[in-house]
């Protein structure tokens, strides 16, 4: 049985919300949806934020604003899976260390609202709400083009290009546990471990990767990613694999990951 699962009746639950987008991001033919979820916008309803909270999504990056400072992290998402996770932070947010955000670990998916989008967890429960209303006052430390709206750019509605279905030829199974790289000497370390707790590491030999993952009965693949080191070695580029696909089945027991249009990334084997 799959694990990081969304059930087939909370994916329908989310593709149904997620057919609409608000009007500040036009979603044209084999877009997703995903793409309206960029903007600037302010957080209510999140456990333990203040109410002058605000985040800004970009294409595969968000910035979470406090009145402490900028905290960063990746996320990804389809149709019907939305991943996020923290990687950075600045201001007096960074005191003590990256700080943990439990309520982005735990987004799975999103829905469209009247007035902005509101983002739930593998239940359907709502986590948080976004709307457009305000920005946050610039910091010494970060650029001051992160307390304004992304631009949308021809880039950025190709990165959302919807995934194409899963090869007949590939199946969908199980991916927890360690995998490591096919084909690869197992001494360069190059590859990785899905947790059954949603977190991932991973190695291309020299440089490691983390970060959140889930998939679903459908074989889509999200993961996010932070900052990683850019030593040249004789491994491969797992991390990058993961950060990068958006599909992932199995050719009996060697599993492939794939990206939005089924071209191979790379194939792993259990280690």
């Given at each position: 049985?799959?694990?990081?699962?969304?059930?087939?009746?909370?994916?329908?639950?989310?593709?149904a919300?997620?057919?609409?987008?608000?009007?500040?991001?036009?979603?044209?033919?084999g877009?997703?949806?995903?793409?309206?979820?960029?903007?600037?916008?302010?957080?209510?309803?999140?456990e333990?934020?203040?109410?002058?909270?605000w985040?800004?999504?970009?294409?595969?990056?968000?910035?979470?604003?406090?009145?402490?400072?900028?905290i960063?992290?990746?996320?990804?998402?389809?149709?019907?899976?939305?991943?996020?996770?923290?990687?950075?932070?600045?201001?007096?947010?960074?005191?003590?260390?990256?700080?943990?955000?439990?309520?982005?670990?735990?987004?799975?998916?999103?829905?469209?609202?009247?007035?902005?989008?509101?983002?739930?967890d593998?239940?359907?429960?709502?986590?948080?709400?976004?709307?457009?209303?305000?920005?946050?006052?610039?910091?010494?430390?970060?650029?001051?083009?992160?307390?304004?709206?992304?631009?949308?750019?021809?880039?950025?509605?190709?990165?959302?290009?919807?995934?194409?279905?899963?090869?007949?030829?590939?199946?969908?199974?199980?991916?927890?546990?360690?995998?490591?790289?096919e084909?690869?000497?197992?001494?360069?370390?190059?590859?990785?471990?899905?947790?059954?707790?949603?977190?991932?590491?991973?190695s291309?030999?020299?440089?490691?990767?983390?970060?959140?993952?889930?998939?679903?009965?459908?074989?889509?693949?999200?993961?996010?990613?932070?900052?990683?080191?850019?030593?040249?070695?004789?491994?491969?580029?797992?991390?990058?694999?993961?950060?990068?696909?958006?599909?992932?089945?199995?050719?009996?027991?060697?599993?492939?990951?794939?990206?939005?249009?089924?071209?191979?990334?790379?194939?792993?084997?259990?280690?």
């Open positions: 049985m799959l694990r990081r699962l969304v059930t087939p009746i909370i994916t329908a639950v989310l593709l919300g997620c057919s609409s987008a608000p009007p500040a991001t036009e979603v044209g033919p877009t997703s949806s995903a793409i309206g979820l960029v903007n600037l916008w302010r957080v209510t309803g999140a333990g934020e203040a109410a002058d909270t985040l800004r999504i970009d294409m595969s990056e968000f910035q979470l604003w406090r009145e402490c400072g900028m960063s992290g990746s996320w990804r998402a389809t149709e019907g899976l939305m991943i996020a996770s923290v990687f950075s932070a600045s201001g007096s947010c960074a005191s003590d260390g990256i700080p943990s955000v439990h309520w982005i670990d735990e987004i799975t998916g999103y829905q469209a609202t009247n007035g902005g989008w509101q983002l739930v593998a239940t359907g429960s709502p986590i948080a709400s976004l709307t457009i209303d305000g920005a946050p006052e610039p910091i010494d430390t970060a650029a001051e083009f992160y307390a304004e709206p992304p631009e949308v750019t021809d880039e950025t509605r190709q990165f959302f290009d919807e995934a194409v279905a899963l090869p007949a030829s590939l199946a969908v199974g199980a991916l927890e546990g360690q995998w490591a790289a084909g690869v000497d197992t001494s360069t370390g190059a590859g990785v471990e899905f947790a059954a707790d949603g977190t991932w590491t991973g291309d030999g020299c440089n490691g990767g983390s970060g959140r993952w889930t998939t679903d009965l459908a074989g889509s693949f999200l993961a996010t990613s932070g900052a990683s080191t850019l030593m040249a070695c004789d491994g491969a580029f797992v991390p990058s694999w993961v950060s990068t696909a958006l599909l992932a089945g199995f050719d009996g027991d060697v599993l492939v990951l794939l990206d939005s249009g089924g071209a191979e990334l790379g194939r792993l084997v259990r280690a």
